[in-house]
């Protein structure tokens, strides 16, 4: 089974801070990584994923996450965020070799960017 | 269509009566999934289908729940005599198939069941 833990349940941080979103993961497969993000009054959109390779992925508005299979981890990191970021982050994993991707997801972060 | 369409957007019912929930993946899309997102479960996953036929129905939280897919393309997720407790939102996504392929979520049903 899987379970993904999603540290922090709110982030308040203020606009052009860096920000770390955390998240770790426990399987007894190995699996692929995501990071989705819900928008007020919109529904979920991928931000990235992690499925093999660079274990540092990027997304096209500057977010990055880098995959550490050591410590299970799979952080999402922004060196700088605008207010347009404020949204809730969900962490997300699925098992390799089910043919099929069951997402199992963490409880969210919302992150809450002031002026 | 463009991405997944859901209907209703919102359903208000009473407890015990049943409701069916609709979803349109995009088009050309063979996987279809149903989650479910509550404040005291956050997002889950009920079940999905490839194609017609639904492989993994572990999230199924009680035998009042089922869904059908037919033809390859819409899904119907079915909640028979409601509880309170079902009240959530009830979201689809699809995906072209592969376990790699981003799966693209609709904006969900909003039920509360009073």
């Known amino acids: 089974a899987q379970s993904v833990t999603q540290l922090d349940s709110q982030v308040p941080v203020f606009e052009e801070a860096p920000v770390e979103l955390r998240c770790n993961y426990s399987?007894?497969?190995?699996?692929?990584l995501f990071w989705y993000v819900q928008y007020p009054n919109q529904g979920l959109q991928l931000l990235l994923k992690y499925l093999s390779g660079s274990t540092l992925v990027e997304s096209i508005n500057g977010f990055e996450a880098e995959f550490n299979k050591s410590q299970t981890s799979f952080h999402l990191r922004k060196p700088s965020v605008h207010i347009s970021d404020t949204a809730e982050y969900f962490c997300a994993v699925s098992p390799i070799g089910g043919g099929y991707n069951k997402l199992i997801f963490g409880a969210g972060t919302r992150l809450a960017v002031h002026p | 269509g463009a991405g997944v369409s859901q209907s209703p957007s919102n359903k208000v019912t009473e407890k015990g009566k049943d409701v069916e929930l609709r979803c349109d993946p995009i088009?050309?899309?063979?996987?279809l999934y149903w989650y479910r997102q509550s404040l005291g479960q956050g997002l889950e996953f009920l079940i999905y289908?490839?194609?017609?036929?639904?492989?993994?129905k572990s999230g199924l939280p009680s035998d009042r729940f089922s869904a059908e897919r037919t033809g390859g393309s819409v899904s119907t997720l079915t909640i028979q005599r409601t509880q309170q407790e079902d009240s959530a939102v009830y979201l689809c996504a699809s995906s072209s198939g592969s376990p790699q392929e981003t799966q693209y979520f609709g904006p969900g049903t909003r039920l509360l069941v009073l």
């Open positions: 399987s007894s497969v190995s699996v692929y």
């Open positions: 088009s050309g899309h063979t996987a």
């Open positions: 289908f490839q194609g017609n036929s639904a492989p993994d």
